[in-house]
């Protein structure tokens, strides 16, 4: 079992930064690919962005590319997502997750566990 749990949501204005962080407990954080999804109200949660154990690797939705960072530190166990110049279609619940035994985890059957999720809400 892996615990994931997500803090550093919050209310901003739009072209604000913000940086969600992602604690991990359980099982050997580095043997897992983590990765970034979010779900905005009355849709489907969608894929944000992922990072591979050894952080050699990562993939960004084209919606946040260029704006959005994904990083980890193996000996906290926690990963984190840079957030900038933040827009109102950012808003949504943020749910970090864990992969293990995937190369490429780009959508929700990879991951085998989730986070609570926290709140993105930006104000434009």
């Known amino acids: 079992q892996v615990q994931l749990v997500e803090s550093g949501g919050g209310l901003v204005q739009a072209g604000d930064s913000l940086t969600l962080s992602c604690a991990a407990s359980g099982r050997a954080f580095s043997n897992y690919h983590m990765g970034w999804f979010r779900q905005a109200p009355g849709k489907e949660r969608e894929f944000v962005t992922f990072i591979t154990w050894s952080s050699l690797t990562t993939r960004y939705a084209d919606s946040v590319k260029g704006r959005f960072t994904i990083s980890r530190d193996n000996a906290k166990s926690t990963v984190y997502l840079q957030m900038n110049s933040l827009k109102s279609e950012d808003t949504a619940i943020y749910y970090c997750?864990?992969?293990?035994?995937?190369?490429?985890?780009?959508?929700?059957?990879?991951?085998?566990?989730w986070g609570q999720g926290t709140q993105v809400t930006v104000s434009s």
């Open positions: 997750a864990a992969s293990r035994g995937f190369t490429v985890p780009t959508a929700e059957p990879y991951y085998q566990y």
